[in-house]
């Protein structure tokens, strides 16, 4: 397991942008899946994002398509997502984790998570 810290988090207008960022502990093994998932309040924790740490390929739940992306730095072992046009329904705890399988998007393949940081879109 590594350990993942998240950053970034903050209040935003809708239509503004925020980047996340994850520092993860060690480098992953080229295995790992990255991910991205949030939890808004009331609500059961969703997939948002994932990346392959080796190939870097992405998979984005529908509802942020073409608005989010994530991304991986590897020499610095971390992991982004970049949030734009940001609607007051993405508010929520944005999650960061970590999967030893690859390409999973299921939350139940993530073994490792971060404490998570608050994203508020307000209108």
């Known amino acids: 397991q590594v350990q993942l810290v998240e950053s970034g988090g903050g209040l935003v207008q809708a239509g503004g942008s925020l980047r996340l960022s994850c520092a993860v502990s060690?480098?992953?093994?080229?295995?790992?899946?990255m991910g991205w998932f949030r939890q808004a309040p009331g609500k059961e924790r969703e997939f948002v994002a994932r990346?392959?740490?080796?190939?870097?390929?992405?998979y984005y739940a529908n509802s942020v398509k073409g608005r989010f992306t994530i991304s991986r730095d590897s020499a610095k072992n971390m992991v982004y997502l970049q949030m734009n046009s940001l609607k007051p329904e993405d508010t929520a705890v944005y999650y960061c984790?970590?999967?030893?399988?690859?390409?999973?998007?299921?939350?139940?393949?993530?073994?490792?998570w971060g404490r998570g940081t608050q994203v508020t879109v307000s209108s």
């Open positions: 060690r480098r992953p093994f080229s295995s790992y899946t």
């Open positions: 984790a970590s999967s030893p399988l690859r390409s999973t998007w299921s939350a139940t393949d993530f073994d490792s």
């Open positions: 990346i392959t740490w080796s190939g870097g390929a992405t």
